[in-house]
């Protein structure tokens, strides 16, 4: 496939100085690290919250707006660097990659010391790693059952819950537990830096497995990992799904370079860390097979891969007995709904249109959800078994997309589980990169407001939610109607053609 046309401005002139929007977004995310020290989430166990400056920055009415302005702003800063940056690139000509590696590192670097936001998941993963320390199952334990748990930070909602994470990132956690004896702040760094493992494997093999695609390898990884709420989720926030997303890339490379065992073991790595990536299992067993396998060398190659993985997750779940209690989350799914979620919001508009007829609404709503599950595996079955057998990986990608936004609950950095597979097959510069740049903003801006942490007893003229989302509604303003740079992004059709997808 024929690489796109370069453009005036391209690297090799130097004109697009990509510097710009390289400290652009280090300023963003600069911004980003202040603010969350004043509204991010701060276990009430930690040493950090007798710090003077905390405590200044956490109960002034003041700077708990100012904090708020920060957060938000920076973050809508990072958006804006990420889509000049792309801009400045659009040539995709030779240097790119090194100028889009070097964003993520720069602007990733002050979250590696951010206060957590967007989520608190990460002090749950602590308090698993306790429950392991303590001879108890997290598949059967909630993390109620430790004493002073509520003080390490974790969200009450995990209090009673099973954890729903595999057999390799409990021992992890585990390990971190050890190595920090559960001091908050500390395993925060070092779930950073597994979260980080992930980021890196990214980093690495997105613009490899692009390349195998005939995809601009540089553009392939701006549109996965240079992109704000990737860095926001997977290094701000320390989730665990970066390195279940890298672990995932990694041995999808592997399978499509004829390295099946590798990529079997790095897959099912990824599963052993969060076992919704077992989608990607039957396209391991295709990529295996090749694009000219029959059906009997398929149906060898899915037993292959079935078999093997089952061993290594058995092999995991041997320590500590924890067996294959982790099956439990994909059988048994968290209750409820997302309502911006197509699941969430359909399923809202049948319970209002039932109720109105004067029938069972709530049911018509649950039943209404469970069908597009039941869809949704439809459809990944469908991919799996039918499609060009040469484009293995994009049918993997829609499957996954399938599965997560048929879901009755998608959290905004679901998104980023199959996105690098998109990227990597080809997302086009057309209406496909406007839904990106709109679902990657509608996540920042949704998160910033979200998960905003203020002490109740701070007396403010505001609330911090509302004055977050004003100030992210007039940066989403400004970028659509004001940046003459930004706006053409959306309103304008494309200035250079890239290859189809």
Not at 34 to 63: C, E, K, L, Q, Y
Not at 182 to 205: K, W
Not at 450 to 460: A, Y
Request: aromatic residues 12%; contains cysteine; glycine residues 10%.
């Amino acid at each position: 496939m024929s690489a796109a046309p370069r453009a005036a401005g391209s690297v090799e002139t130097g004109g697009i100085r990509p510097w710009i929007a390289l400290l652009e977004g280090f300023a963003g995310s600069l911004l980003v690290l202040a603010g969350s020290i004043g509204v991010g989430w701060i276990a009430n166990g930690s040493p950090m919250i007798r710090n003077p400056i905390v405590i200044a920055m956490r109960t002034d009415g003041t700077a708990v707006l100012a904090s708020t302005i920060m957060l938000t702003l920076g973050a809508m800063v990072l958006l804006r660097s990420w889509l000049r940056l792309g801009q400045r690139l659009h040539g995709w000509g030779p240097g790119s990659l090194r100028h889009v590696v070097r964003a993520v590192v720069v602007w990733g670097a002050p979250m590696l010391v951010a206060v957590p936001i967007y989520s608190r998941d990460v002090y749950a993963y602590t308090g698993q790693g306790r429950l392991m320390a303590e001879g108890l199952n997290p598949y059967t334990t909630g993390i109620s059952a430790l004493s002073n748990w509520f003080m390490l930070g974790t969200d009450p909602s995990w209090a009673e819950n099973r954890t729903p994470y595999g057999p390799l990132f409990l021992w992890l956690s585990r390990w971190v537990v050890a190595a920090t004896g559960a001091q908050p702040d500390v395993s925060v760094l070092l779930f950073r830096v597994l979260a980080c493992i992930g980021v890196a494997l990214c980093v690495y093999f997105v613009p490899k497995l692009a390349q195998l695609h005939g995809i601009n390898g540089a553009r392939a990884l701006w549109l996965t990992a240079a992109n704000p709420l990737f860095l926001i989720s997977f290094v701000a926030s320390a989730h665990n799904d970066a390195l279940m997303v890298g672990l995932a890339v990694a041995g999808t490379y592997y399978a499509a370079v004829r390295k099946p065992v590798l990529g079997i073991v790095l897959v099912t790595a990824s599963i052993a860390v969060k076992p919704i990536t077992i989608v990607l299992l039957p396209f391991i067993g295709l990529l295996w097979a090749g694009s000219a396998a029959g059906w009997k060398r398929k149906l060898a190659c899915w037993a292959g891969t079935a078999a093997m993985s089952a061993a290594l997750l058995f092999l995991a779940g041997l320590p500590h007995g924890l067996g294959f209690g982790w099956t439990w989350a994909l059988l048994d799914t968290t209750p409820g709904y997302t309502g911006y979620s197509p699941s969430g919001f359909g399923g809202q508009m049948v319970e209002l249109a039932g109720n109105a007829l004067g029938l069972d609404g709530g049911a018509m709503g649950d039943g209404f959800r469970k069908l597009l599950t039941l869809a949704s595996m439809a459809l990944a079955a469908w991919l799996v078994l039918f499609g060009n057998p040469k484009r293995v990986v994009r049918r993997l990608a829609y499957a996954f997309a399938a599965v997560v936004l048929l879901a009755p609950i998608i959290q905004p950095w679901y998104v980023l589980w199959f996105l690098p597979f998109l990227a990597v097959t080809g997302i086009r510069n057309n209406w496909q990169v406007k839904v990106l740049y709109v679902v990657v903003g509608f996540f920042v801006v949704f998160g910033a407001q979200d998960q905003v942490f203020v002490w109740n007893f701070v007396v403010l003229p505001v609330s911090a939610h509302a004055l977050s989302y004003w100030v992210a509604l007039a940066a989403v303003a400004y970028l659509l109607l004001l940046d003459v740079h930004t706006r053409r992004l959306v309103f304008n059709r494309p200035p250079v053609a890239l290859p189809p997808s």
